[in-house]
């Protein structure tokens, strides 16, 4: 039992020297010198968070041309002596005394860092090798960065732990020397016991140093300023650095927020102590993220294997292609070459035929010994064709085929380019919003289109969402409609009063594409109402015509408006066409909207009882009656009424591209004269029926251009009144537009 015991503990106690090890080799990777790539000495911190040793920064210094001072001790400190200083001094060129003289007397100041050749100041430019940036060090170069004292301590105690420091023998004993076991700090040096009672006599001022543990690397109690040797008392937020008294009252910080040190040491430690203990708590999140990203890693070998195999397999695919049809090329110059030679040898044949040794000149001069007149002229005669087609071929000669063979010469440009062009397939640029089809009514007509030089999209997907400002965040979770072939989509089922963010991304064979910028839309404040303009009662004919989708009406002047402006010159009345909806309100809140023309004269747009309507077509009204006020901008209809009583009519006058507003309007922004605002691309209105009151909008921006109380006691119908020439049309639903929907995944989209 004892055995076990003991087994088991000496089990526990070797795993934890396993986890003390692994954890401080990893820990060693922190405490390396990304230069020499050793354990940092005398490390410096860079503007960019990063460490690097002293010696290593001046020499880095010195590669790009930039003068440094000794990057070592003081004379007086262990580590400036042959014996204690760092190793990788020996193995560095230290510049020649005479060519040190020449940099000085060149104009240089005392300032590490100055580059060569210079005289006026200039700042020194670091080429981190942690981030690979280049850190603006200022004019001072090193001299203006803070020791990592923080860094050095951590170092130390990684080397006792690990016990990889030598002994460090005092710095005054004779031969042979004795292990050093004290240090002191102002003498920068390390001392046995009996050297530092010699060194340190009682009565004298050297007797009040403290002892430190012995050390070859001696760092002052506290960090000091760089610039002014004072010790740092506060903390500049403004720029992130340490600030002494001194550099605290000067112009460089004059207006930054500045804290104690104090501070910022507990506001840093307390958030460093949150996110550790956030890590520590989180381990397993790290294990797990480990593991994904190590499967992560496999696929990505397995599928850069197989992209590289795929792409193999096409340019082979193209190899082999071009193997068929050059062998088909040549085939066929082969076959013209061989054609041509056919010809050429046979007319070789033919000349040499006429040569004077050949065999028809001979044959010929042997015929015209025959004697025998029936024979000659039998024989002559075959053989005269021949010497005629032999005299003609002489007299014309050309030769039987050409040489060149440019009819056979291969035009490549366009698949040199197209070679030159072939490359991997990239995904959709990001799509452009097309803000002028976008808009939001009933539903959301979202319109895009994707960039000039963009590769194409198979298909897009189409994400929003509904911003809250109460909710936390002000953003909900993003709803997505995928696969929407075209490029528009509606949105539908949206609640009223709302602002939606939208968004698409393209897609093909390359993956997803970027997000197009996001745009906003505000849904209309109440329920859209679905009306047309009616025809069949009430307005006057021959000056409104109503399109056949009566959802348009336009005013036609013409001679009837001329015999009314003739008649307006004798005190007669101008009558005002009016034509009204086809439906009525009678509960709830309803929206609708409108494109006023504006080269139009003067047109109302509004709402009003249905029964004061009608009897406003039995009794047109006019612009000098006393019922209608031209100063207000607005028509009551009820000034024969009691004040208190709402009126039966609210409209909003339009004319001329501008809207008229009564003073006591709540619009802020105002043309000079404070009663007009320019005419927005659509007006909308909202009448809320149990308040009895009635809104207009800029149906764009959906700002709230002016509103008013209406008698809502029976049915309300919207109206609209013409005074000389002008159309509009009602907005059209979503809804209604001419596109073909595709339901995938429960969503309505278009093609």
């Known amino acids: 039992m004892a055995d076990g015991e003991d087994l088991q503990t000496?089990?526990?106690?070797?795993?934890?020297?396993?986890?003390?090890?692994?954890?401080?080799?990893?820990?060693?990777?922190?405490l390396v010198c990304p230069v020499c790539k050793e354990m940092y000495k005398q490390p410096l911190a860079l503007p960019c968070t990063h460490n690097v040793c002293h010696v290593c920064a001046s020499e880095v210094l010195l590669q790009h041309g930039f003068l440094c001072c000794d990057p070592t001790s003081e004379p007086s400190s262990p580590a400036a002596t042959p014996?204690?200083?760092?190793?990788?001094?020996?193995?560095?060129?230290v510049p020649k005394p005479d060519r040190l003289d020449r940099l000085l007397k060149s104009g240089f100041g005392t300032y590490p860092g100055r580059k060569r050749g210079t005289v006026h100041p200039q700042t020194v430019s670091f080429p981190c090798p942690a981030c690979q940036r280049d850190v603006d060090l200022g004019e001072r170069g090193l001299g203006s960065?803070?020791?990592?004292?923080?860094?050095?301590?951590?170092?130390?105690?990684?080397?006792?732990?690990?016990?990889?420091?030598?002994?460090?023998?005092?710095?005054?004993?004779?031969?042979?020397?004795?292990e050093a076991t004290k240090g002191c700090t102002e003498c920068k040096s390390s001392f046995c016991n009996e050297c530092f009672k010699l060194y340190h006599p009682w009565g004298t001022q050297k007797a009040q140093h403290e002892p430190t543990p012995p050390t070859l690397t001696?760092?002052?109690?506290?960090?000091?300023?760089?610039?002014?040797?004072?010790?740092?008392?506060?903390?500049?937020?403004?720029?992130?650095?340490?600030?002494?008294?001194?550099?605290?009252?000067?112009?460089?910080?004059?207006?930054?927020?500045?804290?104690?040190?104090?501070?910022?040491?507990?506001?840093?430690?307390?958030?460093?102590?949150?996110?550790?203990t956030y890590i520590l708590s989180s381990q397993d999140t790290v294990q797990t993220q480990i593991a994904e990203l190590e499967e992560t890693v496999k696929h990505t070998e397995a599928n850069g294997s197989q992209a590289k195999e795929e792409v193999s397999q096409l340019i082979q695919g193209l190899l082999a292609m071009l193997e068929e049809k050059r062998a088909t090329l040549l085939q066929a110059i082969e076959e013209c070459q061989q054609e041509?030679?056919?010809?050429?040898?046979?007319?070789?044949?033919?000349?040499?035929?006429?040569?004077?040794?050949?065999?028809?000149?001979?044959?010929?001069?042997?015929?015209?010994?025959?004697?025998?007149?029936?024979?000659?002229?039998?024989?002559?005669?075959?053989?005269?064709?021949?010497?005629?087609?032999?005299?003609?071929?002489?007299q014309s000669f050309r030769p039987a085929a050409t040489a060149s063979f440019s009819h056979l010469q291969l035009d490549v440009s366009r698949e040199l380019k197209l070679l030159t062009d072939l490359a991997f397939t990239r995904a959709p640029e990001a799509p452009v919003i097309d803000t002028q089809r976008t808009y939001a009514y009933d539903q959301i007509f979202l319109c895009w289109r994707l960039p000039q030089h963009s590769p194409p999209a198979w298909h897009y997907t189409v994400e929003f969402r509904k911003t809250?400002?109460?909710?936390?965040?002000?953003?909900?979770?993003?709803?997505?409609?995928?696969?929407?072939?075209?490029?528009?989509?509606?949105v539908e089922y949206l609640d009223t009063d709302s602002v939606y963010v939208l968004r698409v991304k393209g897609c093909n064979k390359a993956g997803f594409g970027e997000y197009s910028e996001d745009i906003y839309l505000h849904t209309p404040p109440a329920p859209v109402l679905n009306f047309f303009l009616d025809n069949r009662w009430g307005f006057n004919r021959d000056r409104l015509a109503i399109s056949k989708d009566q959802r348009a009406v336009r005013s036609v002047p013409g001679i009837p408006m001329l015999f009314a402006a003739e008649r307006l010159m004798t005190s007669c009345h101008l009558s005002i066409d009016l034509v009204i909806g086809d439906v009525a309100v009678t509960?709830?809140?309803?929206?609708?909207?409108?494109?006023?023309?504006?080269s139009s004269y003067l047109v109302k747009v509004g709402v009003g009882l249905e029964s004061k309507l009608q009897e406003w077509f039995q009794v047109p009204q006019d612009v000098v009656s006393p019922r209608y006020d031209p100063?207000?901008?607005?028509?009551?209809?009820?000034?024969?009424?009691?004040?208190?009583?709402?009126?039966?009519?609210?409209?909003?006058?339009i004319g001329m591209g501008k809207i008229l507003l009564s003073h006591g309007s709540a619009l802020t922004s105002r043309d000079p004269n404070g009663c007009t605002v320019p005419l927005p691309p659509r007006i909308g209105i909202c009448l809320d029926y149990e308040q009895g009151k009635v809104s207009f909008y800029d149906a764009v921006s959906f700002r709230e251009l002016w509103e008013c109380g209406v008698d809502c006691s029976g049915p309300v119908c919207p109206a609209f009144c013409f005074i000389g020439g002008g159309a509009l049309h009602l907005q059209e639903l979503v809804a209604n537009k001419q596109e073909r929907k595709v339901t995938i995944g429960g969503f309505a989209k278009l093609d």
Request: hydrophobic content about 35%.
């Open 145 to 178: 960065l803070f020791r990592n004292l923080t860094l050095e301590r951590v170092v130390e105690r990684y080397r006792q732990t690990i016990n990889i420091s030598a002994a460090i023998m005092c710095q005054f004993c004779k031969p042979p020397q004795l």
């Open 468 to 490: 809250d400002a109460k909710a936390k965040g002000g953003l909900k979770l993003w709803q997505r409609r995928e696969e929407v072939r075209g490029t528009s989509a509606l």
């Open 587 to 598: 509960q709830g809140k309803s929206y609708w909207a409108c494109c006023v023309d504006p």
């Open 631 to 653: 100063d207000s901008g607005h028509d009551s209809g009820a000034e024969d009424t009691t004040v208190e009583a709402p009126p039966p009519y609210a409209f909003l006058t």
């Open 340 to 394: 041509r030679l056919a010809s050429l040898r046979c007319q070789i044949q033919e000349h040499q035929a006429m040569l004077e040794n050949s065999g028809m000149v001979g044959y010929a001069q042997e015929v015209l010994k025959e004697t025998d007149q029936p024979c000659f002229v039998q024989a002559a005669k075959q053989l005269h064709n021949r010497m005629l087609r032999a005299t003609d071929s002489l």
């Open 83 to 93: 014996a204690t200083r760092s190793p990788r001094l020996g193995r560095r060129a």
């Open 10 to 30: 000496f089990t526990s106690i070797m795993d934890a020297l396993v986890r003390i090890s692994t954890s401080m080799k990893n820990m060693e990777r922190e």
């Open 218 to 276: 001696f760092r002052p109690k506290g960090l000091m300023c760089p610039e002014h040797k004072e010790e740092v008392t506060h903390y500049c937020k403004t720029c992130q650095r340490l600030v002494c008294q001194l550099c605290r009252v000067r112009r460089t910080h004059t207006g930054h927020k500045i804290t104690p040190v104090l501070s910022a040491y507990q506001a840093l430690r307390e958030k460093l102590t949150k996110s550790l």
